[in-house]
């Protein structure tokens, strides 16, 4: 880059394009990534004034860790990744009674019982009472980013066990369908859950229902905040968060007889501190894509996968939810990402964590739905993994509005096309728009038809 000068910033300018930013155009930077995530680490910079034409001159020196334990972290080294075939079976056969047996004191519900430790543990640290709650009275001091899937059950669950039963937990749902995302109905059904193994809670499903037609000024806002993550995905992610920290929604009326459904008040949750279930998925084979690594590579291949996505999380993953969240001053707190918590699961043979040899449902997350089922979370332990833009309804509305429809979408891989740099010219153009003679027309189709079935291509040659 011919600009030598350093900003440090937490967010980026307003506007995230490359090509509307003054900032930007000014400097001769249009078409070079600017902004680039600060990786993890303690950093100092010393500044020498002495030139003679007055500019400064900086140093940027970046510290190593010299705790051992996150050196070891970083590395995420797993005791042990490939099973021998007798061990396989044991543990699935192990797994298989437990499901029978809850009250299993099995070897594998003593992994969960560790991870289950560990996590109420990393719970305990993140919302224990500071004075800050005591002097500001707060009903609600902490929320839960809430999609009533095995993640957020497993946070508000321990979140019941950590917090003063006095003080209520807000569930943060976001949907773009109503009552009918996918997530709207799971969180109904799960605060169901809650509210049977926690009963002395109160509760409060906050419902953020939101049109993304309408949230022009909103996009644009997330759109720098997100920035240099720049994806539709990530746009969609962003969105979804923002909204859910920001807590405003509505709520069923509470009567000391209990929740009357058909009657919906405005509410605006207060809580500050805001947790989310981010690392679940990275750390136990939660995603399509770990499942197709194992599928070509196995147990290794999937170990690399897993590892890949740790090391990078925080670039892909946690500057971009963080700054969404923290601009309605809210504080994310990620339970799943804790030292301990990482350790005690990079302790635990791979294959007792998850095996993708099983269903989905089942092999997933492995070792956080026998952590479910200890919570007494029985229907919440063998969801299907569903990623918020999915499960929120943010990607087929978005899909909609940018690309025209889901097809059109999918053909242009939406997921990784940037949010500033689509063109419907570039990505709809088909062959049947240009015109053309009947007869010519006719044949096309039919080529496209036969390309479509390599067989039946054959057979007609």
Sequence with gaps: MEDSRFLLSSVSPTSSSLQDSDFEVENRTSGIRFWEELSCGIYSMSVDATKSDGRFVGDIKK??????????????KR????????????????????????????SVSV?????????????????????????????????VLFSGGLDSMIIAALLDQCLDPNYEIDLLNVSFDGESAPDRISAEAGV?????????????????????????????????????????????????????????????????????????????????????????????????????????????????????????????????????????????????????????????????????????????????????QMLGLHNAAILPKRAIQFGSRIARESNRKNFGSNRAAN???????PSSGYSPSRHN?????IPMEPQLMLILVIIHILRKSPKLFEEFH
């Design 79 to 106: 005791v042990s990744i490939e099973p021998e075939p007798t061990q396989l079976d044991f543990s699935r056969s192990r797994t298989l009674n437990a499901e029978h047996d809850i009250n299993s004191s099995s």
């Design 429 to 433: 153009m088909h062959w049947f728009q």
């Design 63 to 76: 510290h190593e860790w010299t705790n051992v334990m996150l050196k070891e972290l970083i590395e995420w």
């Design 192 to 372: 169901k859950e809650l509210r049977r193994v926690a009963p002395l809670r109160r509760w409060r499903l906050v419902h953020i229902d939101a049109d993304l037609s309408k949230l022009t000024w909103e996009t644009k806002r997330v759109l720098s905040l997100i920035n240099p993550a720049n994806t539709y995905m990530d746009l969609n992610i962003g969105i979804a968060l923002w909204l859910a920290a920001r807590g405003e929604g509505w709520t069923c009326e509470e009567h000391d007889n209990g929740i009357d459904e058909d009657k919906h008040i405005n509410y605006t949750s207060g809580a500050r501190i805001l947790l989310v279930g981010s690392g679940a998925d990275e750390q136990c084979a939660g995603y399509g894509r770990h499942r197709t690594k194992y599928r070509h590579e196995s147990w290794l291949g999937l170990h690399e996968e897993m590892k890949l996505d740790m090391q990078r999380i925080w670039k892909r993953n946690l500057g971009r939810d963080d700054r969404c969240i923290a601009d309605s001053g809210k504080e994310a707190r990620f339970p799943f990402l804790d030292e301990d918590v990482i350790r005690t699961l990079l302790d635990i043979p791979l294959w007792e964590v998850a095996d993708l040899d099983q269903p989905s449902g089942k092999g997933d997350k492995k070792i956080l739905r026998e952590v479910a």
């Design 411 to 417: 053909q242009a891989s939406a997921g990784s096309v």
């Design 111 to 143: 992994l969960a019982q560790n991870v289950l430790t560990a996590l109420r543990e990393s719970m305990m640290r993140r919302v224990s009472l500071h004075n800050i709650y005591q002097a500001r009275k707060e009903t609600v001091p902490v929320a």
